[in-house]
């Protein structure tokens, strides 16, 4: 139990598009989601934190106009990267909990975002 | 707010040699503390967890770590590691009994395994 899947796991796309990516949990319910970005030879680092049917908390220095993130429901995210520049290249991890995974956060396989 | 430190970046072994994995966290109150291992092409996942009680708690696959409370430490230990356990660990906390507090990631540690 506790799967998380996110699609699409690769994405190219030209600078100034914008990219949707999708994260679901499969067999539980998400009281609460995480959008993760990983640099290469880095950590995770936390963009946002999203309740179901609540706007998302976005922690400093990330910008909510070009992460725009939707829960709309108890199982699915979405991150959407407007505008994307090269820059916005990363390896981008979602991660669920639910109120009955004591703290535990489960995390969906990532998605590889390369802009052109 | 916490923060993590993982002071190995890559540590390379031979089978059956044993592991011992840095972890130190800052945190001025009470803290979960857990383990999540990456491998290839794979998302993460829990290797252990601590909430409270017990302070080595045993893992998957072999894994333990130890809480010392006095050392803000967590640190992951295996007694004899294979090669399948090359991999990369990522040592986490949040703030306990603080609702939806997120996991804060420290920089991770790539362990390599060679025959």
């Known amino acids: 139990g506790a799967v998380v899947s996110q699609h699409p796991s690769r994405v190219i796309c030209k600078s100034g598009t914008s990219v949707k990516i999708e994260c679901r949990s499969l067999d539980f319910q998400a009281t609460t989601m995480f959008w993760y970005r990983q640099f290469p030879k880095k950590s995770l680092m936390l963009m946002a934190t999203s309740n179901e049917g609540s706007k998302a908390t976005y922690e400093q220095g990330v910008e909510k106009d070009k992460f725009l993130i939707n829960h709309a429901s108890l199982t699915l995210s979405t991150l959407t990267v407007t505008s994307a520049h090269p820059e916005d290249s990363s390896f981008y991890i979602c991660?669920?909990?639910?109120?009955?995974?004591?703290?535990?956060?489960?995390f969906g396989p990532g998605t590889r975002l390369t802009v052109l | 707010a916490q923060s993590v430190s993982q002071h190995n970046h890559h540590v390379i072994l031979s089978e059956a040699a044993s592991l011992e994995l840095g972890c130190n966290y800052s945190y001025g109150g009470t803290v979960n503390l857990f383990w999540y291992v990456q491998y290839p092409g794979q998302h993460l996942q829990l290797l252990l967890k601590?909430?409270?009680?017990?302070?080595l708690v045993k893992g998957i696959k072999g894994f333990e770590a130890e809480f010392i409370k006095s050392k803000f430490s967590f640190n992951l230990r295996k007694p004899s590691v294979q090669w399948s356990d090359t991999a990369e660990y990522f040592c986490?906390?949040?703030?306990?009994?603080?609702?939806?507090?997120?996991?804060?990631f420290g920089k991770g540690t790539r362990l390599s395994v060679i025959a």
């Open positions: 991660s669920a909990r639910t109120w009955t995974s004591d703290n535990e956060q489960f």
């Open positions: 601590y909430f409270s009680g017990d302070p």
């Open positions: 986490a906390v949040n703030a306990r009994n603080s609702g939806n507090t997120p996991l804060v």
